[in-house]
T-cell receptor, first 116, second 117 residues
Framework: AQKITQTQPGMFVQEKEAVTLDCTYD???????LFWYKQPSSGEMIFLIY??????QNATEGRYSLNFQKARKSANLVISASQLGDSAMYFC?????????????FGTGTRLQVTL | GAGVSQSPSNKVTEKGKDVELRCDPI?????LYWYRQSLGQGLEFLIY????????KSGLPSDRFSAERTGGSVSTLTIQRTQQEDSAVYLC???????????????FGPGTRLTVL
């Protein structure tokens, strides 16, 4: 079974500062993928970034980067230069990487509030 | 291009009634997923379809829940004899499935908010 743990129910960050959202995971699968999604108050889940378990380098997408530490089973999201529009719920998720479709297992989320 | 669409956006129903929720995936995406998001349970997987393979129904909470996918595209999630605990946001997602490789990222629709009175 797969499990995702997000221990920060809420975080505050000042505009233009960087923030790290924590995510740890547990799985016995040798190959897996880790995702971060953003959910603003409108409700839609927006894909941010992906990291494969065999990827040698940490994933980056614009202001988002994923700090992947495989031995520690952590996949923290780093948002640089925070903007007011970054205020939202953030979910960490994982799936088995196989040759077929595979469900996502989500954490409980972290609510990020960006302040002036 | 067009994203995943869901209808209705909101549904209010009375306990005991049946409801149907619809999902239109991104064109060309062969995998389609249903999830449920509620305050008490967070985000839960319900069911997924991939091409012509048998769906994975392992997340359906009871036999009151069923889903079908017609023509490999549109999907309908049906909840029979709704209960108050069925109140939640029902999210649909779709993805490509790369032959011989890994699935692509799941892209989500805006969800259907179901309220059972």
């Amino acid at each position: 079974a797969q499990k995702i743990t997000q221990t920060q129910p809420g975080m505050f960050v000042q505009e233009k500062e960087a923030v790290t959202l924590d995510c740890t995971y547990d799985t016995s699968d040798p190959s897996y993928g880790l995702f971060w999604y953003k959910q603003p108050s409108s409700g839609e889940m927006i894909f941010l970034i992906y990291q494969g378990s065999y990827d040698q380098q940490n994933a980056t997408e614009g202001r988002y980067s994923l700090n992947f530490q495989k031995a520690r089973k952590s996949a923290n999201l780093v948002i640089s230069a925070s903007q007011l529009g970054d205020s939202a719920m953030y979910f960490c998720a994982m799936r088995r990487n196989t040759g077929t479709a595979s469900k996502l297992t989500f954490g409980t989320g972290t609510r990020l509030q960006v302040t002036l | 291009g067009a994203g995943v669409s869901q209808s209705p956006s909101n549904k209010v129903t009375e306990k005991g009634k049946d409801v149907e929720l619809r999902c239109d995936p991104i064109s060309g995406h062969t995998a389609l997923y249903w999830y449920r998001q509620s305050l008490g349970q967070g985000l839960e997987f319900l069911i997924y379809f991939q091409g012509n393979s048998a769906p994975d129904k392992s997340g359906l909470p009871s036999d009151r829940f069923s889903a079908e996918r017609t023509g490999g595209s549109v999907s309908t999630l049906t909840i029979q004899r709704t209960q108050q605990e069925d109140s939640a946001v029902y999210l649909c997602a779709s993805s490509l499935v790369v032959s011989g490789g890994f699935t692509d990222t799941q892209y989500f629709g805006p969800g259907t908010r179901l309220t059972v009175l």
